[in-house]
Structures are given as C-alpha cells and as structure tokens.
C-alpha cells in the first residue's frame, strides 16, 4: 500500500489550497478513505472521509462548510479541496485507508507521509 500527498504548501489566511493523494498498491474503490491532520506538538486530528462510491462524506465541524472531499476512482485519487483556510488549520494534513467501514471515524491502517499546510499572513 502506498499513499503519496501533494499539494501543500504556504497560505494567507483565507486562502484556498487542493490537497491530493495518489493511492496504489490496493483496491481502491473499494477503500473508505480520509483526510487526516497533525499540528506541532498535537495528536492526528481527523478531517473528513469518503466512502467508495462517494455517496457518503463526513466531515468534523471544524471545516463543515470550507472543506470537500472527493475522489476519482479512476485516477486512483483522493482529494481535500480547502477554502476559507484559517490560521489553525496549519498542519501536516495526510490520507488514510480506513480498514472498518467508516464505523470509528479518524480510524485507519495505512497513511501517507503528508503535505505541509501552513495559513499566516
């Protein structure tokens, strides 16, 4: 399995950035995904996840409504399109293959190195 993001990168507070993650070495479309982010000093802190066929996305309240997930199957690919970025949104932000479900949400078995976001002005 193998997980790579890009996309990252430094923006002024209300900034838009693209994330992407290329996945490979598994099914998936068949993988429940997630985005993922970690800031200095803090634990993983879950984003927003998808779930095969895009019917179904979650999202934690704190970006509802600035963030989107999704994917394209036949690219192999997971997005996280970001807008309205906020200084507290900087974070190392990577994906995840969740191995049950999307029952426990943040839950995953395999994840990328991740990409750098940073918000300031």
């Known amino acids: 399995v193998q997980l790579v993001e890009s996309g990252g990168g430094m923006v002024h507070p209300g900034g838009s950035l693209r994330l992407s993650c290329a996945a490979s070495g598994f099914t998936f479309n068949s993988a429940d995904m997630s985005w993922v982010r970690q800031a200095p000093g803090k634990g993983p802190e879950w984003v927003s996840s998808?779930?095969?066929?895009?019917?179904?996305?979650y999202y934690a309240d704190f970006v509802k409504g600035r963030f989107t997930i999704s994917r394209d199957n036949s690219k192999n690919t997971l997005y996280l399109q970001m807008s309205n970025l906020k200084p507290e949104d900087t974070a190392l932000y990577f994906c995840?293959?969740?191995?049950?479900?999307?029952?426990?949400?943040?839950?995953?078995?395999?994840r990328g190195r991740g990409t750098q976001v940073t918000v300031s002005s």
């Open positions: 995840a293959r969740d191995p049950n479900g999307l029952e426990t949400l943040g839950e995953y078995d395999y």
């Open positions: 998808i779930n095969p066929s895009s019917g179904t996305k």
